[in-house]
């Protein structure tokens, strides 16, 4: 039987992965960043306290969550949670420092492009309706060289001002990888220091669709919402919450709808059809928005048994 807190863990650090077989779990792997979910992590309860996982691409690999956890650098926290589940004792080995995100040493605003790579990249937001005005709010920046080579790069701030997380998008369509995360967990409030928490907040996929949504908005980096996101909506004053995700991430939204209105808040499921907001546009996104009527237990009933 696969535990079900160690999953839940191991996904808050490595995000959202896709069962196997067996008690297993595949991810993205964070060592060689290969673009389909080729680490593979065994969740079955023993006696051991042994998970293997594996990397069927790099071949990086180890007996036990611990040791994943070491080679990521994770924070002291994830040890303890790690500890209160397995009740495996770690005799002093527990990291304590968290490494320091920071951005790449090639990173450059791209505020005023210079050499052609980085016009490239400029011509490339501009086609994303990525304004001037947007690059110098989120400090969006590009890499003509190094790890993060031919790159846009998207820095998150927390409430502090300070780095929390990044994304590297690739501006070369034909790129194998698209997304080139950094070494470091996504479980964070992405642009939580645009946000104001007395408003109603909008969930999003990725950077693109929230600077082009503009108003109070998070992306979630993917498809799922990380614990600490979780946490702060449920605690924070915001009462009207609307969740924008893709068509074929609906289950998760419909899981997270019925999650939000347990906790009493008034919650919008907006219907995207065949654009994301990043390409519908901020006029056209707010017109969506205001149509969206609130969902009811009903109504969110009606959208599931549709989906069957």
Known sequence: MANELLINLVSSVLGEGKRTSRGNVAYHCPFCE????????????????????NCWVCGTRGTKIKSLFKQLKVSSKYYTELQAITKDVFNGEIETKS???ELPKEYKLLDNPQSKLEKKAYKYLRLRNITKRDILKYQIGFCEKGD?????????FDVDGKLNYFTARSIDKNSYLG???PPTTRNIVPFELFINWDLPIILCEGPFDAIAI???TIPL?????????MKKLITSRVDKIYIALDKDAQEQAFKYCQRFMDEGKEVYLVELKDKDPSEMGFIEFTNLIQETPPLTTFSLMEKKISMI
């Open 34 to 53: 290969h673009h389909k979910p080729k680490l593979e992590v065994n969740f079955t309860e023993n006696k051991s306290n042994k998970n293997p996982w």
């Open 99 to 101: 490494t320091i995100l």
């Open 148 to 156: 993060y080579y031919n790159r846009i790069i998207i820095p998150s």
């Open 179 to 181: 997304y080139k995360n």
């Open 214 to 216: 503009k108003r109070n």
């Open 221 to 229: 980096l993917g498809k799922n919402i990380q614990s600490e996101l």
